[in-house]
């Protein structure tokens, strides 16, 4: 099945429960309100929890090159640390060297938000709560990692179909780790996390950031619960982002 064929057969299949940002040309994919746990267990910083949360639209994809470059051109944001988001080789590769403040200033321009912790990995794990987008059991070929990049880095957004989430969303697992809304606290589900729309505590020194990247090879990595943190202000080749709209 050639590539264009596969994605008009992605969108048939999201009939009703896709949607297109104007602004940026974000896809996004509906996801439905209601209850799923959050957590996996497996760490000691995501511990298995009930979680509401409202209807939201999530993005199929992490923020593009060729997107990003819109955005830098009407002079409203800061040039990524690398020359590749310039080259049209690389304009539906997700945008990265980019700090969380930066994807902040997007989200704004496009009239969009960052994703909270919760949202992110609601649409991760899909409405069967999976370990995976794609299942309970890790495998590699699904998803871009340091076993699949060969000499390369990032993957096109459109990239590895076999690792869609049961909403819809791509490359939730692997291509580049993705930044979240909230502030990091490793007990804060543990000890204070709401039950209803969680957005994380109201301060800190690090944000979260999630889904693993093509430099990483460790199963845990890739986990739809999995958490690690940074400072906002720092930039990595492996790190992007991609946005959420809530219902008005």
Not at 229 to 237: E, S
Request: aromatic share 16%; glycine share 12%; proline share 4%.
């Amino acid at each position: 099945m050639k590539k264009w064929d596969f994605m008009g057969a992605w969108a048939a299949s999201l009939r009703g429960r896709l949607a297109v940002n104007r602004k940026d040309g974000t896809l996004l994919v509906w996801v439905p309100p209601g209850e799923f746990e959050m957590g996996d267990g497996k760490d000691g910083n995501c511990p298995k929890h009930r979680v509401y949360l409202d209807g939201y639209w999530m993005g199929a994809y992490c923020v593009t090159n060729v997107q990003y470059a819109k955005f830098v051109t009407e002079g409203k944001g800061r040039e990524p640390d690398n020359q590749k988001w310039k080259d049209a080789a690389f304009a539906k590769h997700p945008v990265v060297d980019v700090s969380w403040d930066d994807c902040v200033a997007y989200a704004k321009w496009a009239g969009l938000s960052l994703p909270t912790e919760a949202q992110w990995e609601k649409a991760c794990r899909g409405p069967k709560g999976l370990i995976y987008p794609w299942g309970k059991e890790w495998d590699e070929k699904r998803c871009r990692n340091d076993k699949t990049k060969g000499n390369d880095q990032t993957a096109a957004v459109g990239a590895y179909a076999a690792g869609l989430s049961g909403y819809g969303t791509y490359q939730q697992s692997g291509n580049v780790w993705e930044w979240c809304a909230d502030w990091y606290e490793e007990k804060y589900y543990t000890e204070k996390g709401a039950a209803k729309n969680p957005t994380g505590p109201a301060i800190g020194s690090n944000r979260v950031y999630r889904g693993g990247s093509w430099w990483g090879g460790d199963a845990s990595y890739f986990r739809g619960a999995n958490r690690y943190y940074n400072d906002p202000a720092l930039r990595f080749g492996n790190q992007g982002f991609r946005l959420v709209r809530m219902v008005s």
